[in-house]
């Protein structure tokens, strides 16, 4: 198949590029390199069934592939906050383009949403029925609220022009290619472990979070594309619930050196528990993680040692 992956640069659109050249597809990655970087994807360059679009997913555009997979957005806070109307405008006008292509190409169209989604939840864990609790007017809201109306502008292709579209909910998922310096628990952990620096933990520690292995979280987002009855949205995730201090416990005792835990007040909406539901991904999909976390940090913090 040809397949377009928009935000095919980024740290999940890379893994996934890798995988569908691995499986003898032809690749179109499409990215502006916001987020996004050249060396991600430095090793597939040569490969002729490989292409590299830079464009940005708000302007339209017009290739003749068999499916999209719709990534582009930026998915850390500091990113997403750094210019928020233009983070809205990625999801949406991301989606809306992504989809027009869809429509007049016959592909199928994959939306990469966000357990942000879900907000600060009231139901624990969150299944794919809860329809969430999200502060329209916050800063998080351009990401939030963006996702939340990509998702409807998904599912109105569909039911109004008969897209074929999947849409998964991502929980956090972590691995080599994340960035060193955007915010995210288990990357800054790793390097401000890595540099002898103290551990930030938000509050005091007692948040959740789930963590997926990038590999896990490919593979389920090849099978949710790769089948006919559910379009979804089916959570993907690892159920398995840590809080921030057991986390960063663990990374000291994995990278050793010197650096203690110090805390830092909460940042404002930010969710203190949130755990998938992934019993629709397992019934629908056969798809369950695989990577447990003690191992998937091993192979994250060998890429920093590398990186930094
Ligand atoms: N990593 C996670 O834990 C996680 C969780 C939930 C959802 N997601 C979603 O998965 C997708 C990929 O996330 P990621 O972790 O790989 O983030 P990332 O920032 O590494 O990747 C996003 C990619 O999109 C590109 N991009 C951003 N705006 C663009 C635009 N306007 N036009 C074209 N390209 C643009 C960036 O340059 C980057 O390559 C995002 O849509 C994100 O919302 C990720």
């Known amino acids: 198949m040809r397949i377009l992956v928009t935000g095919g640069a980024g740290f999940l659109g890379s893994h996934l590029c890798d995988r569908l050249i691995t499986e003898g597809h032809e690749i179109?990655?499409?990215?502006?390199?916001?987020?996004?970087?050249?060396?991600?994807?430095?090793?597939?360059?040569?490969?002729?069934?490989?292409?590299?679009?830079?464009?940005?997913?708000?302007?339209?555009?017009?290739?003749?592939?068999?499916?999209?997979?719709?990534?582009?957005?930026?998915?850390s806070p500091p990113h997403y906050q750094y210019n928020p109307i233009k983070t809205t405008k990625t999801s949406v006008m991301g989606a809306?383009?992504?989809?027009?292509?869809?429509?007049?190409?016959?592909?199928r169209v994959f939306l990469a949403s966000t357990s942000e989604v879900y907000g600060d939840p009231t139901v624990h864990p969150q299944d794919e029925s809860y329809w969430g609790n999200v502060n329209p007017i916050g800063r998080r809201s351009c990401y939030d609220e963006g996702k939340r109306c990509a998702e409807t502008l998904f599912f109105d292709y569909h039911r109004e022009n008969g897209v074929d579209i999947r849409v998964v909910r991502i929980f956090n998922t972590y691995g080599p290619r994340m960035l060193a310096d955007d915010g995210r628990v288990v990357s800054n952990f790793i390097v401000q472990a890595l540099k002898g620096e103290n551990l930030?933990?938000?509050?005091?520690?007692?948040?959740?979070?789930?963590?997926?292995?990038?590999?896990?979280?490919?593979?389920?987002?090849?099978?949710?594309?790769?089948?006919?009855?559910?379009?979804?949205?089916?959570?993907?995730?690892?159920?398995?619930?840590?809080?921030?201090l057991e986390l960063a416990e663990l990374v000291l005792k994995k990278v050793g050196g010197k650096s203690k835990v110090t805390n830092l007040p909460l940042?404002?909406?930010?969710?203190?528990?949130?755990?998938?539901?992934?019993?629709?991904?397992?019934?629908?999909?056969?798809?369950?993680?695989?990577?447990?976390?003690?191992?998937?940090?091993?192979?994250t913090i060998a890429y920093f040692r590398q990186t930094i």
């Open 200 to 244: 930030t933990v938000y509050g005091d520690g007692s948040q959740t979070r789930s963590f997926c292995y990038v590999d896990d979280l490919i593979d389920g987002f090849v099978r949710l594309m790769n089948q006919e009855k559910t379009v979804g949205p089916v959570n993907i995730g690892n159920p398995g619930e840590f809080t921030m």
């Open 28 to 75: 179109l990655c499409l990215d502006n390199f916001f987020t996004g970087r050249r060396q991600n994807i430095a090793h597939l360059l040569q490969d002729p069934k490989f292409e590299l679009i830079r464009h940005d997913v708000i302007d339209p555009f017009k290739v003749e592939v068999d499916q999209i997979y719709n990534l582009a957005c930026p998915a």
């Open 267 to 299: 940042p404002a909406d930010d969710p203190k528990q949130r755990r998938p539901d992934i019993s629709l991904a397992k019934e629908a999909l056969g798809w369950e993680p695989k990577v447990p976390l003690e191992e998937g940090l091993n192979r």
């Open 96 to 107: 809306i383009n992504c989809l027009g292509l869809a429509k007049r190409v016959r592909a």
